[in-house]
């Protein structure tokens, strides 16, 4: 009987250990994140090495779906693709413990393509910068590049030939990154 007590008390003694130590990693992760099935998810080490990419399967915090604490120590970007935007947060991971860097929270906002019979319409809120440069193409050939700079909200309208109908590319570069969008006229 007392053996099977000290067993008991060992045992109970072991989950509430690791119930705490649950409860003080949990509390130092990153809260921020309040996620939508079917956004992007991509994070990288301090080396540039991406760790893990894929889509998002189910809403909630990310926290919840990802375990970060698992992850060896060091620092990691952790990027979040969203429908016009990008959040890019910087986490700490030290002896299973997560830390948000407040201070490195970042937003790009991505640009946004509409195609309407033979226009295309380009814009993008420039809060994160006012520089975009475009680049349209008819089936894999450069037919026109554009700059444009200097404005809160970068807006463009391109009138394509009517009578070229195929496939269309606008490639769209700005933040350091390429956006593509392919689409048929």
């Known amino acids: 009987m007392k053996a099977t ?3 008991l008390v060992v045992i109970t003694m072991i989950l509430v250990s690791y119930v705490n130590y649950a409860t003080e990693t949990l509390n130092n992760s990153p809260k921020f994140y309040n996620v939508i099935k079917g956004h992007y998810i991509s994070v990288t080490d301090n080396f540039g090495e ?6 998002i399967k189910q809403t909630g915090n990310l926290t919840t779906l990802f375990d970060f604490t698992r992850l060896k120590n060091g620092n990691y970007t952790v ?3 969203k429908d016009f935007e990008i959040e890019i947060n910087t986490i700490v991971v030290n002896n299973g413990t997560v830390l948000l860097l407040d201070d490195s929270t970042k937003k790009i906002f991505k640009p946004i393509f509409r195609v309407e019979n033979s226009k295309v319409l380009i814009s993008k809120l420039a809060l994160d910068t006012n520089k975009m440069s475009v680049e349209l193409y008819y089936e894999e050939k450069l037919i026109y590049t554009d700059n444009i700079e200097g404005a809160d909200i970068l807006n463009r309208v391109y009138q394509l ?10 490639i769209i570069r700005t933040n350091s990154r390429v956006y593509i969008e392919n689409f048929r006229i």
Not at 50 to 55: A, D, E, K, P, R
Not at 161 to 170: E, F, H, I, P, R
């Open 79 to 81: 990027e979040i693709n």
């Open 161 to 170: 030939d009517n009578s070229l109908k195929g496939s269309y590319s606008a």
């Open 50 to 55: 991406v760790i893990y990419n894929g889509l």
């Open 5 to 7: 007590l000290k067993k």
